[in-house]
């Protein structure tokens, strides 16, 4: 692989694969780099089906670099409900503005401006650059790191410093002197869609006379993984809190973990309480007031990085006290129709679907 040669007839499988194979993606239409960046960013962390509503979204609500920097940051979480990861969604906000004032709201082209932009890593920043402007820069994803360390049979961990160095190097070395944007998708998308992480379909592998993990029949030990960190289990308790038909909710601080979403009050369990006790004594601390439980209306689980999250949600009204929120700048009581124009975390969302379902 690492002759020139090699290297080239590698790359003439692959692209003519590619060529024939290529799944259709709405920001494959084009190379305009704000399409680009914007499916990128949507991209780091998320599977590209999941990905194409989402982007098909925000380009008729944000068709322009230049829409979204001007677009209300609670607008732009809206759009983005349900992606996880929210800090994307902020800084391509971010990055839309700074590249408005400082670049005359062209995307910058060059590897030293682009990562100066927010949420820009060395992914990102390849991708635009080698797909948008055609720069002959790798990029280097799960995917692509999966197919590589089989194609090589790297032996060391997978996610380690050394294995990305490696990679990095590896994937330098391959490229194509024109094309680069082209032959990194193709390499994304043999991962995506032919190398896979169990059981990879190494019969329909254009690559499979070059790989070194199918020659010695270890393609599902490749690449080596680390020990998995156990996931940790959560309950959490969460209140609707009734008030002449309006409900309450209340934003949440902007620098913490899904800041500027909104949210229903509530919160985790103390050692030895009960869903009921853990919400009394939540709502007393968070919004100053005594609460009576109605009733006991869903239990939702939910998982969140490696969080296993049991909710409790309950219906309940104030019995004494006025709200002042300790944990929250702004609060607001809404109908319940009005709370689907307002940004929430994936698992409020499903206590609002289920509340809709419930009235309809
Ligand atoms: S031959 Fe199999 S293991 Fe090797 S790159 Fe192709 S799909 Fe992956």
Redesign the pocket.
């Known amino acids: 692989m690492k002759t020139s040669n090699s290297s080239r007839i590698l790359q003439k499988k692959l692209l003519e694969w590619y060529d024939e194979e290529k799944r259709e993606m709405p920001w494959r239409n084009d190379r305009n780099p704000y399409r680009i960046l914007v499916s990128e960013f949507m991209l780091q962390q998320t599977q590209v089906k999941t990905v194409i509503p989402y982007f098909e979204r925000w380009m008729k609500s944000f068709p322009t670099l230049q829409k979204l920097a001007r677009a209300r940051e609670s607008t732009i979480l809206k759009h983005w409900e349900g992606l996880g990861y929210y800090s994307r969604a902020r800084n391509l906000k971010k990055t839309a503005q700074i590249i408005l004032q400082d670049y005359s709201g062209k995307v910058p082209d060059s590897m030293e401006e682009i990562l100066k932009l927010p949420g820009v890593g060395r992914y990102t920043a390849g991708a635009v650059l080698s797909i948008a402007f055609g720069h002959k820069v790798p990029v280097l994803d799960g995917n692509v790191k999966r197919?590589l360390s089989?194609?090589l049979l790297l032996k060391e961990n997978a996610g380690t410093r050394k294995s990305e160095n490696i990679l990095w190097e590896a994937m330098e070395n391959i490229l194509p002197e024109t094309g680069a944007g082209n032959f990194n998708q193709a390499f994304m998308e043999l991962g995506a869609t032919?190398?896979l992480p169990k059981n990879?379909?190494?019969l329909l592998?254009p690559?499979?006379q070059n790989?070194k993990?199918?020659k010695a029949g270890k393609?599902n030990l490749y690449p080596p993984q680390k020990q998995k960190t156990p996931s940790i289990k959560i309950e959490v308790s969460a209140a609707v809190i009734l008030r002449r038909n309006n409900i309450y909710i209340q934003k949440r601080k902007v620098g913490g973990l899904m800041g500027g979403l909104w949210e229903f009050p509530g919160g985790k369990f103390e050692s030895g309480e009960s869903p009921e006790q853990c919400l009394h004594r939540e709502i007393n601390e968070e919004l100053g007031v005594s609460l009576h439980i109605d009733e006991k209306l869903m239990v939702i689980k939910h998982s969140y990085t490696r969080f296993r999250v049991t909710l409790h949600v309950f219906l309940c009204r104030i019995r004494s006290g006025r709200v002042s929120p300790t944990q929250s700048d702004e609060w607001s009581w809404v109908k319940a129709k009005e709370l689907d124009t307002y940004p929430f975390p994936a698992a409020n969302v499903k206590i609002i679907k289920s509340l809709m379902n419930n009235e309809s």
């Open positions: 197919v089989r194609l032919v190398c990879p379909l190494c592998c690559l499979k790989c993990a199918q393609q």
